[in-house]
T-cell receptor, first 114, second 116 residues
Framework: KNQVEQSPQSLIILEGKNCTLQ??????????LRWYKQDTGRGPVSLTI?????NTKSNGRYTATLDADTKQSSLHITASQLSDSASYIC?????????????FGAGTRLAVHP | EAQVTQNPRYLITVTGKKLTVTCSQN?????MSWYRQDPGLGLRQIYY???????DKGDVPEGYKVSRKEKRNFPLILESPSPNQTSLYFC???????????????FGSGTRLTVV
């Protein structure tokens, strides 16, 4: 069964600190993995997308890694800001090319406190 | 501004009263999709459309209908809403390219539906 599991479910950190969010997936055939940021009451916004051959991708203070062998990904946030408070969703695309099926994780809710 | 617009943002209705949630995109995207988001669960796909007059069921289509008469619009119809359809709904769109699956999705801001 295609599944995406994220940990932790929630996380509280102090402003300026770094944190790492985890994503494990059992999705086949794998096409790509995406990380989204979802502010409360808003739609998800794309942070990064990585294909099978990529093992790291950065977007400002966000750095995603992918280990396709162990089927794990992480999202590292550097020097956190209050505006980073949001849910972070890991999404795996199940079919290479053509119509792809997105499998969504339940998200990690991050709260950055001053 | 490139965007996906959903209306309404909030809706409270009674069981059995038909309703429509509208979704419109201004990016000339071929692919559009509806998702629902429930606490503790990832987004689940309700219906999707790969182009005008082409729609198909997602993972949780029961109780929903869609139509795609124009490229820009993809309304979600609940003919007889029930309390288990209380949820946060998102519409999304992207370019359709058979040779590539790396196009980004643009999501609407969501519609919070409560059925009492």
């Amino acid at each position: 069964k295609n599944q995406v599991e994220q940990s932790p479910q929630s996380l509280i950190i102090l402003e300026g600190k770094n944190c790492t969010l985890q994503c494990n997936y059992t999705v086949s055939p794998f096409s790509n993995l995406r990380w989204y940021k979802q502010d409360t009451g808003r739609g998800p916004v794309s942070l990064t997308i990585m294909t099978f051959s990529e093992n790291t991708k950065s977007n400002g203070r966000y750095t995603a890694t992918l280990d396709a062998d162990t089927k794990q990904s992480s999202l590292h946030i550097t020097a956190s800001q209050l505006s980073d408070s949001a849910s972070y969703i890991c999404v795996v695309s199940a079919v290479p090319g053509g119509y792809n099926k997105l499998i969504f994780g339940a998200g990690t809710r991050l709260a950055v406190h001053p | 501004e490139a965007q996906v617009t959903q209306n309404p943002r909030y809706l409270i209705t009674v069981t059995g009263k038909k309703l429509t949630v509208t979704c419109s995109q201004n990016m000339n995207h071929e692919y559009m999709s509806w998702y629902r988001q429930d606490p503790g669960l990832g987004l689940r796909q309700i219906y999707y459309s790969m182009n005008v007059e082409v729609t198909d069921k997602g993972d949780v289509p029961e109780g929903y209908k869609v139509s795609r008469k124009e490229k820009r619009n993809f309304p979600l119809i609940l003919e007889s809403p029930s309390p288990n359809q209380t949820s946060l709904y998102f519409c999304a769109s992207r370019n359709w390219d058979r040779g590539s699956d790396t196009h980004g999705y643009t999501f609407g801001s969501g519609t919070r539906l409560t059925v009492v």
